[in-house]
Every structure is written in structure tokens, then in C-alpha cells.
T-cell receptor
Framework: EPEVTQTPSHQVTQMGQEVILRCVPI?????FYWYRQILGQKVEFLVS????????KSEIFDDRFSVERPDGSNFTLKIRSTKLEDSAMYFC?????????????FGEGSRLTVL | AQKITQTQPGMFVQEKEAVTLDCTYD???????LFWYKQPSSGEMIFLIY??????QNATEGRYSLNFQKARKSANLVISASQLGDSAMYFC?????????????FGKGTRLSVIA
């Protein structure tokens, strides 16, 4: 069964450093998303991406954040100048245009710890 | 204002019993989709069930059913014959307007514990 894969599963970084979280969405999906979940809290939308550009972003997605789809398969989230409050689980998701239910398929997450 | 409200932070249910997890939503858009996701302790988000705003019948998927009451703006998840493996966080989410590009907005979740 096709699935969304994310790497790394856990990243530890020093405050102020840059991190890149990688995702391989399901191959025939056209819409891509990043969400984050601070420990014990709800899942929060960061950004959606379609047709090689950002469709929508939340207030969390400030100018330290960027996304890229550098090739036909990877979808990356870059966080520059990381802060302690960036510590969270980051989920990548994708969905297929025209799918009846339109559900998002989530990866298993990348846990980011900023020290 | 909260788009999705889940008022039960935690629920307990006896194994083999049914349980209802509450979800109310707020939207003025006539086209929307409602979703439930399960998040076990391992952390992944697992899609359970979907209800479209124009769907006439309540969605069902195996032991999961969605009690959709449009006028009350509620979309409660019913899990029948609970199993120990159902212990997890459950998130209600909405897409409005409903299109392939609209992000899901999640509620705060309900932690379900199934007791043997």
C-alpha cells in the first residue's frame, strides 16, 4: 500500500541552527501539506503546496520556514534559525485530486527537538 | 473562534462496548468535509472516516460510524465493540470549503482508553 514517508524520524538540533525535514508523498498525489503537533497538543496546519507553489500558510509559518519540491518526489520543510518553541512532531501529508473522500494521508512524523 | 470543538479530553470505555466521541464544528460554508483521525501512541495519524456536508446518509466504515447532525453542526464518532487496540487519541477535523487544496483544521482531540 502506498504511503507517505518522512525522514528523519527524530532530529535534535541546537537553537539557531537550520533543519530540513524530508517527505516523500504518495506518487500520484498533487497536494502536499506540513502540519506540526507540539507534545500533547492538537495538530496544527503549517502550509499547503500545489502546483509548485504555496497555496496557503498559517501564522505559524513565518519567514523562517520554507518548503520546496526540488524534484518529482521529495517535499521538504526547512526551518532556519530554529527556536526552542519549534520543538514538535512535524507531519507531512498528501492528498489526491479528485479523491472522493479527500482524506489526507499522513507520514509517521519527524520529531524535532531544539535544545 | 474554534472551528472544531472536542469537549471530551479523555474517555474510558469497557472492551466490547460502544463509545461516542463528540465533535462540533463551526462553518458558514455549505460545502465542507468532516474527518476523523486516530493517533495511537506510536504517533502516526490514521484516517478513519469521512462525511461530506451534502451526504444524505451517515458515513460508516467497519466498526466506525459518524453520527452527522447537520443542523446541530455535530459529527460524533461512534466506535462499536471497542477493542484494546482502539486506545488512542482521536481527532475530528474539517475542510471548508471542501476542495483538494483546503487544509484540514483539527480539534484538540479526545484520548480514548479501552479497559479490559
Amino acid at each position: 500500500e502506498p504511503e507517505v514517508t518522512q525522514t528523519p524520524s527524530h532530529q535534535v538540533t541546537q537553537m539557531g541552527q537550520e533543519v530540513i525535514l524530508r517527505c516523500v508523498p504518495i506518487s500520484n498525489h498533487l497536494y502536499f501539506y506540513w502540519y506540526r503537533q507540539i507534545l500533547g497538543q492538537k495538530v496544527e496546519f503549517l502550509v499547503s503546496f500545489y502546483n509548485n507553489e504555496i497555496s496557503e500558510k498559517s501564522e505559524i509559518f513565518d519567514d523562517r520556514f520554507s518548503v520546496e519540491r526540488p524534484d518529482g518526489s521529495n517535499f521538504t520543510l526547512k526551518i532556519r534559525s530554529t527556536k526552542l518553541e519549534d520543538s514538535a512532531m512535524y507531519f507531512c501529508a498528501s492528498s489526491e485530486q479528485g479523491l472522493n473522500t479527500g482524506e489526507l494521508f499522513f507520514g509517521e512524523g519527524s520529531r524535532l527537538t531544539v535544545l | 473562534a474554534q472551528k472544531i470543538t472536542q469537549t471530551q479530553p479523555g474517555m474510558f470505555v469497557q472492551e466490547k462496548e460502544a463509545v461516542t466521541l463528540d465533535c462540533t464544528y463551526d462553518t458558514s460554508d455549505p460545502s465542507y468535509g468532516l474527518f476523523w483521525y486516530k493517533q495511537p501512541s506510536s504517533g502516526e495519524m490514521i484516517f478513519l472516516i469521512y462525511q461530506g456536508s451534502y451526504d444524505q446518509q451517515n458515513a460508516t466504515e467497519g466498526r466506525y460510524s459518524l453520527n452527522f447532525q447537520k443542523a446541530r453542526k455535530s459529527a460524533n464518532l461512534v466506535i462499536s465493540a471497542s477493542q484494546l487496540g482502539d486506545s488512542a487519541m482521536y481527532f475530528c477535523a474539517m475542510r471548508e470549503p471542501y476542495s483538494g487544496n483546503t487544509p484540514l483544521v483539527f480539534g484538540k482531540g479526545t484520548r480514548l482508553s479501552v479497559i479490559a
